[in-house]
């Protein structure tokens, strides 16, 4: 018997079905295993076993601790007695790749490449023989092409924090506004126990108009103290059939734990790889993981996962989104009352200045009266003696005098050059205009309120003097 087999040997595809045998074998003789199929390269580059006639014969040579040989022909990897039904599957799915028998004509080679592509897109039937069903191809078949990994946070909620999430079938703005009823509901069929409290810890909206509510439940004792039920506890509780089909009553599709994995239960995920996914490409998205400490890498497998993962990134956007514009109104708001507080206070700062210049008047004319028919003291006549001093200087023509009457000569100068300059014409810009005049209008309105206050404040002088005056002629009569 003579076998042919092609040059353009494709080492990754054989690597690849290698890895499927070992990992569907029975195989108990060694902890090493070297696998040597015989195959040729179709036009997808997919392994092709080698058949005669219409059976299928697989050639493996396996190396025992013994160091002896042992060629092993129709079984696989174990002898065909007790061959189980996953070795019957693995031979039924490598029939259906490489030597189907449903037509035993040309056109069955025709039927092997339309499964190698079903394999490779992961899903369809292989048909391969008249007498037994076709083989299921599903998106965990490590031939399956379209996969990749991601990374998902990892939880960091405690076993004893009692949290469990349930998935509704409803819209976030309908849970919070039905949320009460929720509670009640839940406590029913937690059993009504009045020892028990049900609270929710959060909700959160998810794609296709569903809702995440994570719910805690708190046991209160006799004596009077209160805890948590351990999520755990919680989550069995809730996945018995009868509670389950109350819950489904309520919308809730969906329950998990959300509980931290323990150091050995992180380390066990982290060694094996999920069921269909290459060791090589779960090893390199471990040292890829852009955080290990708080990432862990999960299996993308077909598109339909690839879409749910991209609508909860699109979710998740939203809400930042919507969190982020919620920051920047409650900015702008707060950036609108500092404006406001600013002007109030240089408001208020000007009322001060106003009312502390009338208090000085009220003061001063208050001590005239208080000094009138007193001789001047000490402190007076030294403060007036500084005040002569300050007069002098400032009567002095090389002092400040002279540069006021620089300052007037220039200012003179100045409006003396606008006059000239006013007899030629100019074109004045519309917008410099309507900024000229709104800026007169601020001023006028500025010297109108001025004037008001100075106004105010006479009045209130002729009030005083008036008060005072009273008060003079009440003394003076009282002395007579």
């Not at 990754?12 to 902890?31: D, E, P, V």
């Not at 006639?53 to 007790?82: D, E, K, M, P, R």
């Not at 979710?315 to 982020?324: A, D, E, S």
């Not at 000007?350 to 001590?367: A, F, G, P, T, Y």
């Amino acid at each position: 018997m003579k076998h042919q087999v092609n040059s353009s040997f494709n080492f990754n595809g054989f690597r690849s079905f290698k890895r499927f045998l070992i990992a569907h074998s029975n195989q108990t003789y060694c902890s090493s295993v070297c696998v040597c199929v015989c195959v040729c390269v179709s036009v997808f580059n997919f392994p092709t076993l080698i058949t005669q006639g219409s059976q299928f014969l697989l050639y493996t040579t396996v190396i025992n601790t013994n160091n002896s040989l042992c060629l092993l022909a129709g079984g696989l990897f174990g002898q065909q007695a007790q061959a189980p039904a996953q070795s019957n599957q693995l031979i039924n799915t490598a029939s259906a790749l490489s030597a189907p028998t449903l037509l035993n004509d040309e056109r069955d080679a025709i039927l092997a490449k339309w499964n190698q592509l079903q394999a490779f897109w992961g899903t369809g039937k292989g048909y391969f023989n008249n007498s037994i069903p076709p083989v299921d191809f599903t998106q965990e078949n490590p031939f399956c092409r379209f996969k990749a990994v991601g990374y998902s946070c990892i939880p960091s909620s405690k076993d004893e924090d009692g949290l469990v999430a349930l998935a509704l079938n409803k819209k976030e703005a309908d849970v919070r506004s039905q949320q009460q009823h929720l509670v009640e509901s839940l406590h029913k069929v937690l059993g009504g126990n009045p020892t028990l409290t049900v609270n929710v810890e959060g909700v959160k909206a998810l794609p296709d108009d569903q809702t995440e509510v994570i719910i805690y439940v708190v046991e209160r004792s006799p004596n009077g103290t209160s805890k948590r039920v351990p999520a755990t506890t919680l989550f069995n509780y809730v996945e018995q059939t009868n509670v389950k089909g109350q819950l489904q009553q309520l919308g809730v599709t969906m329950s998990v734990t959300r509980t931290s994995l323990s150091p050995a239960q992180l380390k066990q995920l982290l060694q094996n790889p999920p069921a269909g996914v290459d060791p090589i490409i779960w090893e390199q998205a471990k040292v890829d993981n852009p955080e290990p400490e708080r990432l862990i890498p999960v299996p993308m497998v077909g598109f339909k996962e690839l879409l749910r993962r991209l609508k909860i990134q699109e979710q998740m956007t939203k809400q930042h989104q919507t969190r982020l514009d919620i920051i920047s109104n409650d900015i702008s708001e707060l950036q609108k009352n500092q404006a406001t507080t600013v002007a109030k206070i240089a408001q208020y700062k000007r009322k001060l200045m106003d009312l502390s210049h009338r208090v000085l008047q009220v003061l001063i004319r208050q001590e005239i009266q208080r000094k009138s028919g007193y001789a001047i003291q000490v402190d007076e006549e030294h403060l007036r003696v500084q005040l002569d001093m300050i007069q002098s200087e400032l009567n002095a023509p090389t002092q400040f005098k002279g540069r006021l009457n620089e300052l007037m000569s220039q200012i003179r100068m100045q409006n003396h050059y606008g006059a000239v300059r006013a007899e030629e014409k100019y074109i004045v810009d519309t917008d410099l205009l309507r900024e000229i005049k709104q800026h007169l209008k601020q001023q006028q309105e500025g010297l109108s309120h001025l004037i008001s206050v100075i106004k105010d404040d006479m009045e209130d002088i002729k009030i005083i003097e008036q008060g005072l005056h009273d008060s003079v002629h009440v003394r003076a009569g009282k002395l007579s």
